[in-house]
């Protein structure tokens, strides 16, 4: 699986978007983008993924670059709920490809 | 529905000794993965088990173990404990890759060895 590389952490103003950058340069053709966030003491939960077009869903959105070798998730109006740790996981959709190869993420802190 | 389960939260053990963890997944999900995390590693692989066959094996040794039920819980034992292996034990679960819609992960054992 492809590396990516994140921000160790970032701010953000409750209400603001917050927008979390990460890049996977190596990433493949067959090679989707995975976001999870781990609140403190609980286990990861799985966000949004995506692989060249950009996606949305009830929690963020996933933006894409052409090249895809980064990509950008947008949590549009953040709460303090949303302080956590933020994992961009690179995977390809084999049978094989079960693992989720999780680096050290960006620890997003939402304060009032 | 009911998330994963995880089962004892809390384990205080010696080095030397052995644990079973238990992992009751999501109903009707049939792939059950485990990993762990440590404040030095992150979250790491261990393995996965699919219709009660291990389909996926992380880096880690053989005192690590596990198998899946036909009811698809799954359990890991740790055998010969040992100050290192002090970790937080995660398990997910998915309908069968966590391709579509990831994988669902329960709150974990948190396992202390002394």
């Known amino acids: 699986d492809a590396k990516t590389t994140q921000p160790p952490s970032m701010d953000c103003a409750e209400g603001r978007a917050a927008n979390l950058p990460c890049n996977h340069s190596?990433?493949?053709?067959?090679?989707?983008v995975y976001w999870y966030r781990q609140i403190h003491s609980q286990g990861p939960q799985y966000i949004i993924h995506?692989?060249?077009n950009n996606e949305t869903n009830e929690m963020a959105s996933l933006i894409i670059t052409e090249d895809r070798k980064s990509s950008t998730l947008i949590l549009p109006h953040a709460t303090l709920r949303d302080t956590a740790v933020y994992y961009c996981?690179?995977?390809?959709?084999?049978?094989?490809?079960?693992?989720?190869?999780f680096g050290t993420g960006t620890r997003l802190q939402v304060t009032l | 529905k009911a998330g994963v389960t995880q089962t004892p939260r809390y384990l205080i053990k010696t080095r030397g000794q052995q644990v079973t963890l238990s992992c009751s997944p999501i109903?009707?999900?049939?792939?059950v993965s485990w990993y762990q995390q440590t404040p030095g590693q992150g979250l790491q692989f261990l393995f996965e088990?699919?219709?009660?066959?291990?389909?996926n094996k992380g880096n880690f040794p053989g005192r690590f173990s596990g198998r899946q039920f036909s009811n698809s819980r799954s359990e890991m034992n740790v055998s010969t404990l040992e100050l290192g292996d002090s970790a937080l034990y995660l398990c997910?679960?998915?309908?069968?890759?966590?391709?579509?819609?990831?994988?669902?992960f329960g709150s974990g054992t948190r396992l202390t060895v002394v």
């Open positions: 997910a679960s998915s309908l069968q890759d966590g391709f579509n819609y990831g994988y669902t």
């Open positions: 190596t990433i493949s053709g067959n090679e989707y």
């Open positions: 995506g692989l060249k």
């Open positions: 996981i690179v995977r390809g959709h084999t049978g094989t490809a079960s693992k989720l190869t």
């Open positions: 109903s009707g999900h049939r792939s």
């Open positions: 088990y699919f219709s009660e066959t291990q389909r």
